[in-house]
């Protein structure tokens, strides 16, 4: 599966069938997209790869450890390395394909906005759950 930022410099591709997605409902993830939530997902990096524009990547962290990379381009969020794992986080509207995947969980909903609605469906954290059992949740 190919992703791209939205000027195409920055582009990625990531091997075999994707886990299925979550929303980040904190208020830096409202922020860093200027919406209710983020949608994404997380791999393991032996299926990332960059394909173009590694040389356009622009490095945000604050002081909390919450970095966002992006495209100094265009400016689009792109999918970066949780902190010093072995995983990839991919925002979810990067994606070119749609493999059927769905929200399969909610976290920071104790701090989501007051006008966001969060469906039913899917688990719901109040805050973010272990990374290991989270990463397991969006594994078919």
Not at 26 to 37: D, E, F, I, K, V
Not at 48 to 56: I, L, N, Q, V
Not at 101 to 117: G, L, P, R
Request: glycine share 8%.
């Amino acid at each position: 599966m190919i992703g791209k930022c939205l000027c195409g410099e920055i582009q990625f591709e990531i091997e075999g069938k994707l886990p299925d997605l979550y929303q980040c409902h904190c208020s830096l993830c409202r922020q860093q997209g200027g919406s209710a939530s983020n949608s994404a997902t997380i791999i393991h990096d032996s299926r990332f790869s960059w394909k173009s524009g590694e040389d356009k990547i622009c490095y945000y962290k604050k002081e909390t450890g919450f970095s966002s990379n992006f495209c100094s381009s265009c400016g689009s969020t792109i999918p970066n390395r949780l902190r010093d794992t072995d995983k990839f986080w991919i925002p979810a509207g990067l994606l070119e394909e749609d493999q059927g995947q769905q929200i399969v969980a909610h976290i920071y909903i104790a701090s989501k906005a007051s006008w966001d609605q969060i469906p039913e469906s899917g688990q719901h954290f109040d805050e973010m759950p272990d990374l290991e059992t989270f990463f397991a949740i969006l594994q078919r």
